[in-house]
Nanobody, 116 residues
Framework: QVQFVESGGGLVQPGGSLRLSCSTSGIIFNLYTMGWHRQVPGKERELVAEINSYNRANYADSAKGRFTISRDNTKNTVTLQMNSLKPEDTAVYYC??????????WGKGVLVAVSS
């Protein structure tokens, strides 16, 4: 059974930073692409960033230059550092196992709210 521990969401002012972390168990972590996706009510879930088993990262245009994804295979953890946050970044952020769009497993999500 795959389990997720997602953390780091919360309320932040525009221009601020947050760091999302996702630890997993029940998978051979280093074999999988890991990613972060986000969703707002009424819209489809979208890829924010993903990182493959070779540490090659892929970012949505909206995340480029502001967000950084990284992974620690010794801790089965993927992290998303988000800087220069904007109100339009407000969403529920989901940790995902597998490369977009072929997601194998989803975490439960953490809320990120960017507001003054």
């Amino acid at each position: 059974q795959v389990q997720f521990v997602e953390s780091g969401g919360g309320l932040v002012q525009p221009g601020g930073s947050l760091r999302l972390s996702c630890s997993t168990s029940g998978i051979i972590f280093n074999l999988y692409t890991m990613g972060w996706h986000r969703q707002v009510p009424g819209k489809e879930r979208e890829l924010v960033a993903e990182i493959n088993s070779y540490n090659r990262a892929n970012y949505a245009d909206s995340a480029k230059g502001r967000f950084t994804i990284s992974r620690d295979n010794t801790k089965n953890t993927v992290t998303l550092q988000m800087n220069s946050l904007k109100p339009e970044d407000t969403a529920v952020y989901y940790c995902a196992v597998g490369g977009d769009p072929l997601i194998n497993y989803w975490g439960k999500g953490v809320l990120v709210a960017v507001s003054s």
